[in-house]
C-alpha cells in the first residue's frame, strides 16, 4: 500500500512569490493535516480537515497561507507571498477515522521549502 | 491546551532500556497520547498510542500512571537505530480542548 504522497520533495523560491504544495493521502483516509517544521522543533499543525471539511485552521495564518480539499481526498497547501521566515519543511499526515480519537497519523516525507 | 514537556535530550548505550518521560498537566478527558519516532530528512512516523495504564506492542511500552498527567516510552534493549526524535502529542480530536501540539521532542543518542 502506498503511503503519503507529498510533491514536490524541495523547492527554492524568491521572497514575494507563491508557492504551492501537494498532498495525497492514504486511501481512504478521511482526516488529513498540514504541519510546518522548522529545523530543530516539532512539527506545528496548520490545519487538519475531515473529508472536504476544515475543522481546525486556527495556527493557518490566513493573510498569506490557504489550503482546499476539494473532493476530500489530496489536497494543496499554498502560501502567497512567501516570506524568508516560511522556510521550513511542511509535512502532510493522514489518518482513519476520527481525528485523536485512537486514531493513528502516516506521515509523508515533507517538503523542504527555502525562501531566498 | 495540552502542551507536553519532554526532555530535550538522552543518551544510552546499546543493548540498554530507555525510558523517555512526558509531562501533560492539561490533558483533557478525551485525548489519547502518542509517540512518534523521527528520523532526519523524513516525516515522524507512530510508535505507540495509550488511553490509560499501560499498553506494549513489538517496538515499545506505554504506561500512563492513573492521573494522566504523564507517559512514559520505553524502549527495550535499544540499537543504534533507534537514534532519532521522539515526540509525544497528546490529541482528543477537533472536538476536544486540546490541540495538537507535538513540542521540540527528545533526542535520543544511542552509543555502541
Known amino acids: 500500500e502506498a503511503g503519503v504522497v507529498q510533491s514536490p520533495r524541495y523547492k527554492i523560491i524568491e521572497k514575494k512569490q507563491p508557492v504551492a504544495f501537494w498532498c495525497n493521502p492514504i486511501?481512504?483516509?478521511?482526516?488529513l493535516y498540514w504541519y510546518l517544521q522548522n529545523l530543530g522543533q516539532g512539527p506545528e499543525l496548520l490545519i487538519r480537515y475531515e473529508n472536504e471539511e476544515a475543522v481546525d485552521d486556527s495556527q493557518l495564518p490566513k493573510d498569506r497561507f490557504s489550503a482546499e480539499r476539494l473532493k476530500g481526498v489530496d489536497s494543496t497547501l499554498k502560501i502567497q507571498p512567501a516570506e524568508l521566515g516560511d522556510s521550513a519543511v511542511y509535512l502532510c499526515a493522514s489518518s482513519s477515522g476520527l481525528a485523536g480519537v485512537g486514531s493513528e497519523q502516516f506521515f509523508g516525507p515533507g517538503t523542504r521549502l527555502t525562501v531566498l | 491546551l495540552a502542551k507536553t514537556t519532554q526532555p530535550i535530550s538522552m543518551d544510552s548505550y546499546e543493548g540498554q532500556e530507555v525510558n523517555i518521560t512526558c509531562s501533560h498537566n492539561?490533558?483533557?478527558?478525551?485525548?489519547?497520547i502518542t509517540w512518534y519516532q523521527q528520523f532526519p530528512s523524513q516525516g515522524p512516523r507512530f510508535i505507540i498510542q495509550g488511553y490509560k495504564t499501560k499498553v506494549t506492542n513489538e517496538v515499545a511500552s506505554l504506561f500512563i500512571p492513573a492521573d494522566r498527567k504523564s507517559s512514559t516510552l520505553s524502549l527495550p534493549r535499544v540499537s543504534l537505530s533507534d537514534t532519532a526524535v521522539y515526540y509525544c502529542l497528546v490529541d482528543g480530536g477537533y472536538s476536544s480542548a486540546s490541540k495538537i501540539i507535538f513540542g521540540s521532542g527528545t533526542r535520543l543518542s544511542i552509543r555502541p
Open positions: 486511501s481512504g483516509h478521511n482526516t
Open positions: 492539561n490533558i483533557a478527558t478525551n485525548d489519547y
